[in-house]
T-cell receptor, first 112, second 116 residues
């Protein structure tokens, strides 16, 4: 039972480069989301999806794009990386109701 | 808008001491859910408890206990007889029933350091 799988675990980018963080879940959860974790600020919601084909912005969406073509996958795209996007990124999924979210192990991203 | 405040950024205790983590929340929704997550040094996020707004009963799970008080908008977490393995960052989080997708709002986290 893999749960929520994030790849890669670590990545270093140069300013201006683009990249996609992958997230996949095998629990048939409708709801998926991306958070970033910065020191002292907890986790902040970037984008979320309530089902395939439906996405919406969270608290800090600027600089990030998402799509949800299947129930299982929810990739996060950085079109032009900036140093301010250096962070740890977590993907999560849950059923549509208020059940606990299941988190991936995170992706540590550094932008130079 | 929903908001979660964890005023304690870091707590240091000696093993076997009790430690209480404070969590205060703000919401306009009458139906909401509160959560606690643990993030050990390895980095993953571990779900600890979920409580809905209609259930104010305190809960105990082993050395962990939670005190939910709607009157003060607080959902505090106590670790009894702390152990070194309890060293982690603990997050309190809130989900409003009316929020689209039941979005989760996190507090800033409290780092607990348990010294042997």
């Amino acid at each position: 039972n893999a749960g929520v799988t994030q790849t890669p675990k670590f990545q270093v980018l140069k300013t201006g480069q683009s990249m996609t963080l992958q997230c996949a879940q095998d629990m048939n959860h409708e709801y998926m989301s991306w958070y970033r974790q910065d020191p002292g600020m907890g986790l902040r919601l970037i984008h979320y999806s309530v089902g395939a084909g439906i996405t919406d912005q969270g608290e800090v969406p600027n600089g990030y794009n998402v799509s949800r073509s299947t129930t299982e996958d929810f990739p996060l795209r950085l079109l032009s990386a900036a140093p301010s996007q250096t962070s740890v990124y977590f993907c999560a999924s849950k059923r549509q109701d208020n059940q606990p979210q299941h988190f991936g192990d995170g992706t540590r991203l550094s932008i130079l | 808008a929903q908001k979660v405040t964890q005023a304690q950024t870091e707590i240091s205790v000696v093993e076997k001491e009790d430690v209480t983590l404070d969590c205060v929340y703000e919401t306009r929704d009458t139906t909401y859910y509160l959560f606690w997550y643990k993030q050990p040094p390895s980095g993953e996020l571990v779900f600890l408890i979920r409580r809905n707004s209609f259930d104010e009963q305190n809960e105990i799970s082993g050395r962990y206990s939670w005190n939910f008080q709607k009157s003060t908008s607080s959902f505090n977490f106590t670790i009894t007889a702390s152990q070194v393995v309890d060293s982690a960052v603990y997050f309190c989080a809130l989900s409003e029933n009316k929020a689209a997708g039941n979005k989760l709002t996190f507090g800033g986290g409290t780092r607990v350091l348990v010294k042997p």
